[in-house]
């Protein structure tokens, strides 16, 4: 059976972590500023799956007191990224598998430096949590995984004998997950809904409903996505019109979503903005396309992000 | 002695209007809003350059009661022009100048329909004042006043003799005045301000000094400037690099400044982004000019508008 080290306890880690665990997995929970209150408690999710609580779970609040784990999810926000370069050489033993579960573009190839040996995937989350209090979570909708492997370049890598095996983990414990071909062709897929709809439910306080119902916006919506079809294209990745399409429609028909870039602005939170920003435009920047609509946004982001944490230090 | 009409007795032509009364000029105020007070009390103006009061104004709540005057200064909000066609031929008789006092591109050309014999001149407001109350403006800093004449699709149309008589109205009033030879490179000119830091100051919440303190807005303002000036070389008019770099040095110069679309946002008034927005971006549109980021200020700006107006009618 194999160990999994779960860095990061919130929304995300404590879902798929504890999913885990009650189907019986072996897992390590790294645990921040909740760490008392998991310890002694555990964890309890309200899920539509079903809710459950793990009154005992293996928690943690400094790194190097976990035992190596066979695999390693990486569950922080990346706002924290910065932290992996100290907690994961602490984490992993040579054969260890590290699964980028965040959203953005790069991580793996950040934590390819700092781990040049190791196995590293993607794994791409279509989740919809709150932490609502420490060591409580409300998974609301969806749950799937898209994983994928990362090799030097996000060059294509396959379909490769251990994700079959993760994939089983996942599947056991009730999680849906598919696995892809090619990693960097899911991120930027992901990309395409992230980019437009975290990045305007910031700048104009909106949800994904509001979006769509304008025609102004909904037109934005449609060229940003674009724009990421072009950066793609750059790198041999194709997002055909039919996504788009899809992705506008899907967005449509769903009920009206507060993106998680909104939640953490809500709250006072830093932003994605380095990862799921950022990152891309510098892939752009990389094969000089030019990208003006989500550089802007970026930049709007930036300055609401800037402001807020300045507001939040005082 | 010329007679002049004030088409919108607001912060604009409440302030302009009196100051050319207050001199011994003729002047007919319309009145919307405000008419029982101003029609009883006059106007009332606190001044950097002087506070003064004018007891009795002529004032009117109808077009169609004014008498017709040489001059009809149009100093009604953009938004409102939709009511021009009523108006103006009501306040007009075959030698009425007509000039229009307010910012964007394009109202001298929708006028030019309304009544294709008048002669139309733009006057640039350079300045700041607020309607604190009904007949009470505060003017807090500027004034200035460029006039340019109209000529069919703005082509260039020098400077023309009833100008320099207008111009002498004003500056016997205290207003400073500068005649142009090119009002559509003034109008480019001031959008070269107005489009940046109006269309931000309300997306972003912000102040000038924020926008600029910021190297992301700072940078973003920059591009956005580089925008206009690239429509405007469309129609063969020069936006230097040099007054691209003084507009920014001058605006980080500049005490704080709330723009007066912000002020129009935060005080639930409808946004003056078809003449500030839409009608520069139809002109690029005609010279097949793409300019992403003003189109997508537009589209924020066209959001954000919609759904204020929607909430002030609840």
């Given at each position: 059976m194999r160990s999994y080290a779960v860095i990061g306890t919130g929304a995300l880690g404590g879902f798929y972590g504890?999913?885990?665990?009650?189907?019986?997995?072996?897992?390590?929970?790294?645990?921040?500023?909740?760490?008392?209150?998991?310890?002694?408690?555990?964890?309890?999710?309200?899920?539509?799956?079903?809710?459950?609580?793990?009154?005992?779970?293996?928690?943690?609040?400094?790194?190097?007191?976990?035992?190596?784990?066979?695999?390693?999810?990486?569950?922080?926000?990346?706002?924290?990224?910065?932290?992996?370069?100290?907690?994961?050489?602490?984490?992993?033993?040579?054969?260890?598998?590290?699964?980028?579960?965040?959203?953005?573009?790069?991580?793996?190839?950040?934590?390819?430096?700092?781990?040049?040996?190791?196995?590293?995937?993607?794994?791409?989350?279509?989740?919809?949590?709150?932490?609502?209090?420490?060591?409580?979570?409300?998974?609301?909708?969806?749950?799937?995984?898209?994983?994928?492997?990362?090799?030097?370049?996000?060059?294509?890598?396959?379909?490769?004998?251990?994700?079959?095996?993760?994939?089983?983990?996942?599947?056991?414990?009730?999680?849906?997950?598919?696995?892809?071909?090619?990693?960097?062709?899911?991120?930027?897929q992901k990309l395409v809904w992230n980019i437009p709809y975290n990045g305007l439910s910031v700048v104009l306080d909106a949800t994904t409903d509001r979006l769509m119902a304008d025609p102004h916006t909904s037109k934005l919506v449609t060229r940003l996505m674009y724009e990421i079809q072009l950066i793609a294209a750059a790198y041999d990745r194709q997002i055909t019109d039919d996504f788009i399409r899809m992705m506008l429609s899907y967005t449509i028909e769903m009920t009206p979503y507060r993106t998680s870039m909104k939640i953490d602005y809500d709250e006072g939170r830093p932003l994605e903005v380095a990862a799921m920003f950022e990152a891309p435009l510098a892939f752009a920047r990389a094969k000089n396309i030019d990208a003006p609509q989500i550089e802007m946004l970026t930049q709007q982001l930036q300055f609401l992000n800037a402001y807020s944490l300045n507001q939040s230090k005082i």
């Open positions: 504890a999913k885990l665990q009650h189907a019986g997995t072996d897992v390590h929970f790294l645990v921040n500023s909740d760490y008392d209150r998991i310890k002694t408690s555990g964890l309890k999710i309200r899920s539509t799956d079903g809710d459950f609580t793990l009154p005992r779970v293996n928690a943690y609040n400094r790194a190097s007191q976990m035992p190596a784990c066979d695999v390693v999810l990486v569950c922080l926000k990346t706002t924290h990224n910065h932290l992996l370069t100290s907690i994961l050489p602490a984490v992993v033993k040579p054969s260890s598998i590290v699964i980028v579960m965040q959203n953005g573009l790069g991580t793996e190839a950040e934590i390819a430096q700092i781990l040049p040996q190791q196995e590293i995937l993607g794994g791409l989350c279509f989740i919809c949590s709150n932490k609502v209090a420490p060591g409580e979570i409300h998974h609301l909708d969806y749950g799937q995984i898209k994983l994928g492997c990362y090799a030097d370049g996000y060059r294509q890598a396959g379909i490769t004998p251990i994700m079959e095996r993760i994939a089983e983990d996942f599947r056991t414990a009730g999680i849906e997950i598919s696995l892809n071909e090619d990693l960097l062709l899911a991120r930027w």
